[in-house]
């Protein structure tokens, strides 16, 4: 199996980019990688698996060990993603 080069497919706001999930399934068949959810809460369904995957991701991530800022002040891979996924 080749391995990826994920920077390529990394977004600036957090995560991966579309192409980034596909070329991740590309290079792992039978994944169930999926992009972010980024609706808003308030426009969600409760109750919805949108609504219960972004739930259970930011419930998970958002106790990930680490600081949500690097050194110089700019926000971590980790900070990107949580706003992202509007935690």
Not at 59 to 81: I, Q
């Amino acid at each position: 199996m080749p391995k990826m080069k994920m920077g390529v497919h990394k977004s600036r706001e957090g995560g991966l980019t579309k192409a980034g999930v596909a070329a991740y399934r590309r290079a792992n068949p039978g994944s169930k990688l999926k992009t972010a959810v980024t609706t808003p809460p308030s426009k969600l369904k409760a109750g919805s698996k949108a609504a219960k995957r972004r739930k259970s991701f930011c419930a998970r991530m958002s106790g990930m060990p680490g600081p949500m800022k690097k050194p110089n002040g700019k926000p971590t891979r980790k900070a990107l993603a949580l706003r992202k996924w509007n935690c």
